[in-house]
């Protein structure tokens, strides 16, 4: 019994350490793309003045 109480414990540590790694893998993906469509943006804005309103 206290076997497989540890073995459920083991899982559910694993489960949210994976959950929050994935988690951090996403977000920063996230970001990555986000500052890089905003520096895009920005480029395009200063190369063509005329678009900025």
Request: hydrophobic letters at 50%.
């Given at each position: 019994?206290?076997?497989?109480?540890?073995?459920?414990?083991?899982?559910?540590?694993?489960?949210?350490i994976?959950?929050?790694?994935?988690?951090?893998?996403?977000?920063?993906?996230?970001?990555?793309?986000?500052?890089?469509?905003?520096?895009l943006?920005?480029?395009?804005l200063?190369?063509?003045?005329?678009?900025?309103?």
């Open positions: 019994m206290q076997l497989h109480c540890f073995i459920l414990g083991f899982i559910m540590v694993m489960v949210i994976m959950d929050s790694i994935m988690e951090d893998i996403i977000t920063d993906s996230i970001v990555d793309s986000v500052s890089t469509a905003k520096r943006r920005f480029t395009t200063s190369a063509n003045p005329a678009n900025y309103h």
